[in-house]
C-alpha cells in the first residue's frame, strides 16, 4: 500500500436542518486495514441515513466515538493511515481553524476560526457558550457582538404590557408556524420575538422582523420585558437537531416567571376527557383521542393522530402525519418522524428518536433509533 499522507475522516452534515447525528452501526476497530469504499459506519438522523465510506485503503486510527453516540457534522470519526505504527504528533492543523484542544482554553467540540478567536478573546466573549459543532467565523461573531449591544427595547414596545401579551423565543421556521398559530387563535397580542441569532436591528438602522413581528433581541432581553409585566411566552425552538436545547429554553425563560400557555389551533379536534399540560403547541388538523395525555411542551404537528389512552411525555416532538394508535406510551424528549406509524400499545423510550415514514410494531428503548422507512423489529 503506498504511503500517502493520513486522511482525517470527519462526520458529514446527513441532514441540513440537523447538524447532529447518531452512529447506529460502527463496522471498523482501531488499527483495522480497510479497503477503499469499505463501510466505516452508519449514520442517523430523524430524516435520514447515511453511510461513510472509506475514500482510499488505510489503517483506522485514533477512532474518536462508538455505536450509539451522537455527534456533530464536522467532527472527527477518525484517520485513515498508511502505516498502523502511524500516529500525529500534533492535533491536524489548519492556518485558519482551531480544532476543539488545539489551544488552551477552546472548549471541546468548539470549531473556530483563528480570526474569529481573536475577535472572541479581545471582545470578552465566554467560549462555553459558543455552539459546538458549526464552524464559528469572525464575522459570525461580530453579529453576536453587534446584535447584544443592539438589544435595548425601542420606543415601540410598550413601558407596560396586557396580561395577553405573549413573547415568541426563536424565529427560526417553528417560531413562524406559531406566529400563524397565535394570530389564527386570537386570544394573545405577540408582543415579539426573542432569538439569539437574529439581529434586533438591520444595517439601516430600522427594526428587523419576522413576518411583521419585530425582534426585540436576545436571550438576555427577557428581563427586562418581566419588568414591563410581560408573563407568557410560547416555545419557538422545535428543537429536532437538538432537542435539549428546546427543553434548555423552557427552563431559562420558567426561571424568569414566565408562563408557557397551550396553543391549539382551531381545526385540531381534542377530545374533552383528553389532556393538555401547559406550553403543549397542537398545529392544524391534529387530532388527540380519548383521556390521552399530553406532557408539558409537547408538539404535534400538522395531522397528527394520537388515539386513546395514549400517553405522551414532556418535551416531545411528534412531526406532521405520524399515526400513534391507542394505549402508546412516547417517553420524554423522544422524536417521531413524519408520517410514522406507531401501533398499538407499543413503548417508545426516552430520547429515543423513530424515522421518517417507519412503523413501530414493538417496544423501542430509551435513546433507541429506528430507521426511517423501516419496520421496527426488522
Given at each position: ?119 472572541a478573546r479581545k471582545e470578552n466573549l465566554n467560549l462555553e457558550e459558543l455552539p459546538a459543532g458549526p464552524l464559528i467565523t469572525e464575522n459570525m461573531l461580530r453579529d453576536l457582538v453587534r446584535g447584544r449591544k443592539a438589544s435595548v427595547l ?225
Open positions: 500500500m503506498t504511503q500517502a499522507s493520513p486522511e482525517p475522516v470527519r462526520i458529514p452534515l446527513v441532514n441540513p436542518n440537523e447538524t447532529e447525528a447518531r452512529i447506529a452501526s460502527l463496522n471498523v476497530s482501531e488499527g483495522q486495514l480497510v479497503e477503499e469504499g469499505e463501510v466505516l459506519c452508519t449514520l442517523e438522523t430523524t430524516k435520514a441515513t447515511t453511510e461513510i465510506v472509506a475514500a482510499r485503503p488505510g489503517y483506522v486510527i485514533q477512532l474518536r466515538h462508538k455505536a450509539g453516540q451522537t455527534v456533530r457534522a464536522g467532527e472527527l470519526l477518525c484517520y485513515l493511515a498508511g502505516s498502523p505504527d502511524w500516529s500525529p504528533l500534533e492535533r491536524e492543523s489548519d492556518s485558519t481553524m482551531s480544532q476543539p484542544g488545539d489551544q488552551p482554553g477552546i472548549p471541546g467540540g468548539l470549531r473556530i476560526t483563528q480570526p474569529a478567536l481573536a475577535f425601542t420606543e415601540e414596545v410598550p413601558a407596560e404590557f396586557g396580561e395577553r401579551a405573549l413573547v415568541i423565543y426563536g424565529g427560526g421556521g417553528h417560531g413562524k408556524k406559531l406566529i400563524d398559530l397565535i394570530r389564527v387563535l386570537g386570544s394573545y397580542q405577540i408582543a415579539g420575538i426573542v432569538d439569539d441569532g437574529i439581529l434586533q436591528m438591520n444595517e439601516d438602522g430600522s427594526q428587523n422582523r419576522v413576518m411583521d413581528v419585530p425582534v426585540l433581541g436576545g436571550g438576555g432581553i427577557l428581563r427586562e420585558l418581566a419588568g414591563r409585566g410581560l408573563r407568557l411566552a410560547a416555545n419557538g425552538i422545535g428543537g429536532i437537531a437538538n432537542p435539549e436545547l428546546r427543553v434548555q429554553i423552557y427552563q431559562q425563560v420558567q426561571e424568569l416567571g414566565f408562563v408557557f400557555p397551550s396553543l391549539i389551533h382551531p381545526t385540531a379536534v381534542v377530545e374533552p376527557s383528553s389532556e393538555i399540560s401547559p406550553g403543549g403547541q397542537i398545529f392544524p388538523l391534529a387530532y388527540v383521542g380519548s383521556e390521552a395525555r399530553l406532557g408539558f411542551g409537547v408538539i404535534l404537528n400538522n395531522s397528527v393522530v394520537i388515539s386513546h389512552d395514549c400517553n405522551i411525555g414532556d418535551y416531545a416532538n411528534i412531526s406532521p402525519g405520524a399515526l400513534i394508535a391507542g394505549n402508546v406510551e412516547v417517553g420524554e424528549r423522544a422524536l417521531i418522524g413524519m408520517g410514522v406509524t406507531i401501533n398499538l400499545g407499543v413503548k417508545i423510550g426516552s430520547n429515543a428518536r423513530i424515522g421518517n415514514g417507519a412503523t413501530v410494531k414493538a417496544d423501542v428503548l430509551e435513546n433507541g433509533v429506528v430507521r426511517a422507512g423501516s419496520v421496527w423489529p426488522r
